[in-house]
């Protein structure tokens, strides 16, 4: 350096800033990389993301490897974090331990919510599927819980935006009246619970959301408890089906036991086949043997439809038949002259309806014209009744109208005792 001239020395302290600046360029890139691939790593796997730990137990572990990824309506929403073995004796076999990531915990419910162990594939994988609840509760809650006593409760302003975050139960069954997250509290739900002696509640607002998980549920106290920083993992009811080498073998199994009545039949089935060939070559036996008659019958049964000699010259013989025509061709004379003779007096009949129609019409016409005959009439008589009556009391005609004796009734007093007199 010192032979260079201050020229050349000039131009190579240049240099030498430029591949500092360079390499320190470079260096700042390759950490962004570093940074920005640890980031999506970190992304994907869930690091950054609030989980919840859930553990399920099964009766075995096949098919179930740590880091395998739990499922909810097809979505990968976690992993499974534990496979272990339980204490000798436990009614179940394995322990599941397994974390749901944000915001699909919010999907698991206090009822309906299921862990269910199933195949993957045709090879003996299987997987952990959680299901969506239906009714319940959410079993972790985001929104800030806050314990007041009922006067405290009632005086709050915005009391319609908040929710029991606790069952209020009574009795020894511990048989719940007033049900957790139902509904927004009222003044008459806070009669109700302090009616019930209980002095403090539990209470939530579902609009101050955390970014955190505030509470779990505990189903033995019926209420939501503060997440703590290790609340360990919650249960889920366990549905396992068995895996697939499981249920190879028992079908194995099952055609094994079946295979001896599958050959008994098999040589059932062989002995009905010979036993129906040997049935069709005696068929072709008779079929040839019974040809003669069936053309026979054939013959017959020319002769009785068609021809002379046929079935129905049999039953109606030929004079028979001629006396049959004639009888019908009399019938049918009989009846065209009566159709002639029927409208014959039918004619004459009408004729004589419509003169008595005219007679009635003539008769109606003079009553209406002479409207006091009917009362000249019925003096006419009454005065013939007085002009007999009076030729009856005449002394020359009194003769004349004097009644016979056989007409008289002939009276006869009965003889009374004098007692009954």
């Given amino acids: 350096m010192q032979d260079l001239t201050p020229q050349l020395r000039t131009r190579l302290s240049r240099v030498e800033h430029i591949v500092g600046w360079f390499v320190g360029l470079a260096t700042l890139l390759m950490l962004a990389g570093f940074m920005f691939y640890i980031y999506?790593?970190?992304e994907r796997k869930g690091w950054l993301v609030t989980k919840v730990r859930y553990f399920t137990l099964a009766d075995t572990a096949a098919g179930l490897h740590v880091g395998d990824s739990v499922k909810l309506m097809g979505f990968d929403v976690g992993e499974i974090t534990r496979i272990d073995a339980q204490p000798p004796g436990d009614l179940f076999n394995v322990y599941v331990e397994f974390t749901v990531k944000h915001p699909y915990y919010g999907y698991l419910w206090t009822v309906g919510s299921?862990?269910?162990?199933?195949?993957?594939d045709f090879l003996g994988k299987r997987f952990v599927e959680v299901t969506k609840g239906m009714r319940g509760v959410p079993t972790h809650i985001e929104w800030e819980l806050e314990s007041r006593s009922i006067a405290e409760t009632r005086a709050l302003k915005d009391l319609s935006q908040k929710y029991l975050a606790q069952e209020i139960r009574q009795g020894t069954l511990n048989t719940v009246v007033v049900p957790a997250l139902e509904g927004a509290l009222t003044l008459e739900v806070l009669d109700q619970i302090e009616a019930l002696g209980v002095e403090r509640i539990l209470i939530?607002?579902?609009?101050?959301?955390?970014?955190?998980?505030t509470g779990v549920w505990d189903d033995l106290a019926g209420m939501y408890i503060p997440y703590g920083k290790d609340p360990g993992p919650y249960w889920l009811a366990p549905i396992e089906s068995p895996a697939l080498t499981e249920r190879l073998e028992t079908l194995v199994n099952q055609v094994e036991m079946a295979l001896p009545s599958i050959l008994v039949l098999t040589n059932q089935i062989s002995e009905v086949l010979s036993n129906s060939s040997r049935l069709l070559l005696n068929a072709d036996t008779m079929v040839v043997s019974a040809k003669p008659a069936i053309t026979n019958l054939a013959l017959i049964s020319g002769f009785l439809t068609n021809g002379p000699g046929s079935l129905g010259e049999w039953l109606i013989p030929t004079n028979l038949n001629r006396q049959l025509d004639q009888t019908l061709s009399a019938a049918s004379s009989v009846l065209s002259s009566s159709e002639t003779n029927l409208a014959t007096v039918t004619a004459s009949l009408n004729e004589t309806l419509l003169n008595v129609a005219m007679m009635t019409s003539n008769l109606n016409a003079q009553v209406q014209s002479n409207d006091q005959i009917l009362s000249q009439i019925s003096?006419?008589?009454?005065?013939?009744?007085?002009?007999?009556?009076g030729l009856k009391e005449h002394w020359f005609l009194r003769s004349a109208f004097k009644e016979k004796e056989t007409n008289k009734v002939r009276t006869f007093r009965r003889y009374l005792p004098p007692k009954l007199r």
Wanted: glycine residues 0%.
């Fill in 40 to 42: 999506h790593t970190a």
């Fill in 114 to 120: 299921q862990a269910r162990v199933t195949a993957a």
């Fill in 204 to 213: 939530t607002d579902k609009r101050e959301k955390k970014k955190v998980i």
């Fill in 379 to 389: 003096t006419a008589i009454v005065d013939a009744d007085k002009l007999i009556q």
